[in-house]
């Protein structure tokens, strides 16, 4: 893969690091990581807000609300997101409530989704639905949902179910969100062809922590 395509996909990438086990010096390790690649964000856990800020330049830093199951409430995730921002996140990643979800009760992920809209003005918020637990009319309902609330982008995956990112679900999601809602595809994505598919298929955004790494390798 020649250099001025590894770059495009690099400047897609939230490159991320939500270990529980993480430390700072991994944290500094990833901003170190994505400054040299160029890529779009560091993705960290709400705790490593402020130190990765204090570690890039060039990259925003963005991080994880309701993460990983959604179960919060809606008053926690308003918080978290507050707090976060404040410390100096650029993007936040919500998980939406998949308890409401299997109930059906669409109104309220609109609403929820819509008050973390509200505390992160000015801000990426980007809707986290956890594809691998849906149905594709679940999935469909949800597209319409984050359209309507007012996010940037509705994404695929947290990582840490049973499965990631499918090129199908990205493929769906195109079919069914709005025109201002971007897709990103996270979850399973390790090397650059994983990352260039997904990007070929209308994601606009890869979460994944090792295809930087990887590359950086070679």
């Known amino acids: 893969m020649d250099q001025k395509t590894l770059s495009y996909i690099f400047s897609k990438i939230d490159h991320t690091l939500l270990s529980v086990t993480a430390t700072k010096e991994d944290l500094a390790l990833l901003c170190k990581e994505a400054e040299k690649a160029g890529a779009a964000s560091v993705c960290v856990p709400p705790c490593f807000v402020s130190d990765a800020k204090k570690l890039v330049s060039t990259v925003k830093?963005?991080?994880v609300i309701g993460f990983p199951n959604g179960y919060h409430t809606t008053a926690s995730k308003v918080f978290e997101?507050?707090?976060?921002?404040?410390?100096?996140?650029?993007?936040v990643d919500m998980v939406v409530n998949i308890n409401r979800v299997k109930e059906g009760d669409f109104a309220f992920v609109e609403n929820e989704i819509a008050a973390v809209r509200k505390a992160s003005e000015g801000k990426i918020l980007k809707v986290i639905i956890e594809t691998c637990l849906l149905t594709e009319e679940e999935k469909i309902a949800l597209c319409g949902a984050v359209t309507r609330a007012g996010a940037d982008y509705i994404k695929t995956s947290t990582g840490f179910s049973k499965a990631g990112a499918t090129i199908e679900d990205v493929l769906l999601f195109k079919a069914h969100i709005g025109k201002n809602v971007k897709i990103k595809a996270a979850g399973g994505i390790r090397s650059a062809e994983d990352a260039l598919a997904f990007l070929s298929a209308g994601a606009d955004r890869i979460g994944a922590s090792a295809v930087i790494k990887n590359s950086l390798k070679k």
């Open 61 to 63: 830093v963005c991080t």
């Open 81 to 91: 997101t507050k707090d976060a921002i404040e410390k100096g996140a650029d993007e």
